[in-house]
């Protein structure tokens, strides 16, 4: 009878691990999983280059010639910029060529019909490179996107310094959109650029015609129309290309999004617990200057995952230990699956990709410790790969940062009298055990931002717990701020290792 009920759990959860097997991965594209070849896209915007050139200067040979001369010229300095990006996305990639095209072609048309030359269509594509991309990709863009200008305009050097000036002043304020009054600024950070500019310009004699109408209104034009554009198109793009904006990651973030909804009611522990990591891992970004706004909502939807079984997790249990009666390897599974559930729920509540990495990113490809040597001492299956997450290891800054809050959080709500040295020996030995157990191996993170970061999280956890800063009187502190002061084995970096153990001081407390 009881041998019948443990296989048809054993079947249950067997079953159950299959379906998660082959989650969905990232969408890119108009929620297709669409590969853009660089090279492709490097022709398509060379040949708008090339078309530009040859429907201004006309068809003649030495004219195509330097076209394409210049255009091959031109291609180099942007791959070469582009190098500097660090992992550009497909669609990010495509939006930029998408841009560039369009700026190209229509300072050739407003060229060809005669335009003011203070029309400059710079601005509009840079700022929504700023803020669906990057602000450097933005600013190396209005430099490339000037140089085109310039050309276009037989050498023209008003027309380069205005041009460059415009997309300047698109990428120098705001930082971020995160409130309609950030477009606003937008707009007038570009009319004071342009102003400025030709107020250079006509002080040293390079201006002809009316300043009023090149200096102000057509400025103000080309000001409320990018403004009016990028409130308009953001959306838009945002949709298309997959690319989370900073007022998307605020949507996300708000608590009234119903996978943050649920999660509050269905897994509160696990809730309190993502406040806490958001909390830890923010300021942990800031301080290395990564994307603190992001790293915080991956924070709180980390463990989404443990919605489905949240029994199972420390955090959400009152008395009773759901794995009590669960073999150390389904007590794995359990725990384990939980960025694969993640995901799954995540693609159910269209979540962003950026958010789902973190979810799937977490824990890399650690092990779950505590059943892992529950299950080498039953001497029972304690195969490695059975109680490791399947990763993949953090990608990012921002992920790596939650995994290390995370472990942290977990490692210091287990301390009993917690205080300065405990916590910050706990830190240290935890990151130092994330290091080298090579799960920081795959982002670009350095050792100066790992220093840091033990730095802040030791900071954010002593504020937390309310606990001053006070060093012993004989004390140096000197050599024991080193991250890699605590030689420690690998076994306590995970986190629901961490919870177990816990669990297990409190049962020990029970019983006495
Ligand atoms: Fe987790
Ligand atoms: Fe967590």
Request: aromatic share 10%.
């Amino acid at each position: 009878m009881i041998k019948g009920i443990k296989t048809f759990f054993s079947k249950l959860f067997k079953n159950w691990a299959e379906k998660l097997e082959k989650p969905k991965t990232g969408e890119t594209i108009l929620k297709k999983k669409v590969a853009v070849p660089g090279w492709l896209l490097i022709i398509v915007v060379l040949s708008s280059v090339l078309v530009a050139l040859i429907s201004e200067f006309g068809v003649e040979k030495h004219f195509i010639l330097a076209s394409l001369i210049f255009s091959a010229f031109w291609s180099y300095v942007a791959v070469s910029f582009l190098k500097f990006e660090e992992k550009i996305s497909d669609s990010k990639l495509l939006l930029t060529a998408i841009v560039i095209i369009f700026s190209v072609l229509m300072t050739q048309f407003a060229k060809s019909q005669d335009w003011p030359k203070y029309i400059i269509f710079t601005p509009i594509a840079v700022s929504i490179l700023n803020f669906l991309i990057s602000r450097k990709l933005a600013k190396l863009c209005a430099v490339l996107l000037s140089l085109i200008a310039a050309f276009l305009y037989l050498g023209d050097f008003e027309v380069f310094f205005i041009t460059l000036a415009g997309g300047l002043g698109a990428a120098a304020f705001p930082r971020r959109i995160i409130k309609r009054t950030d477009i606003f600024l937008n707009g007038l950070s570009i009319f004071i650029f342009i102003f400025a500019s030709a107020l250079i310009l006509k002080l040293f004699g390079m201006h002809q015609g009316n300043f009023i109408l090149d200096a102000v209104q057509v400025p103000l034009l080309v000001a409320a129309s990018t403004a009016v554009l990028v409130m308009g198109m953001l959306p838009l793009f945002e949709s298309i290309f997959n690319i989370t904006s900073d007022i998307r990651l605020l949507e996300l973030g708000d608590f009234n999004q119903p996978m943050l909804k649920k999660l509050m009611t269905e897994a509160p522990g696990t809730y309190h617990h993502s406040l806490m990591v958001a909390a830890l891992a923010e300021a942990a970004a800031a301080e290395i200057g990564c994307n603190s706004l992001l790293t915080r909502i991956g924070a709180y939807y980390h463990d989404i995952g443990k919605i489905n079984k949240p029994q199972y997790f420390i955090e959400n249990q009152l008395g009773d230990n759901a794995h009590e009666n669960l073999k150390p390897e389904m007590s794995a599974l359990v725990i384990v699956s939980h960025t694969k559930e993640g995901l799954l729920l995540a693609n159910e509540y269209g979540i962003d990709d950026c958010i789902k990495d973190f979810i799937i990113q977490h824990h890399g490809t650690t092990i779950v410790q505590y059943f892992f040597r529950k299950a080498a001492e039953a001497g029972g299956n304690h195969d490695e790969t059975v109680y490791m997450y399947p990763g993949p290891l953090p990608q990012t800054r921002e992920t790596a940062i939650v995994m290390l809050a995370d472990s942290v959080e977990a490692a210091c709500r287990a301390l009993e009298e917690p205080n300065f040295e405990k916590i910050r020996n706990n830190v240290n030995k935890i990151i130092n055990n994330y290091f080298s157990d090579g799960q920081l191996n795959e982002c670009p993170i350095t050792l100066e931002d790992i220093q840091k970061i033990g730095g802040v999280l030791t900071k954010t956890l002593l504020s937390i717990h309310h606990i001053r800063l006070e060093y012993p009187e004989a004390e140096s502190p000197g050599p024991k701020d080193a991250v890699f002061e605590v030689q420690a084995s690998p076994a306590d970096s995970n986190s629901d290792s961490v919870a177990e153990k816990t669990r297990e001081k409190g049962r020990g407390k029970n019983r006495k």
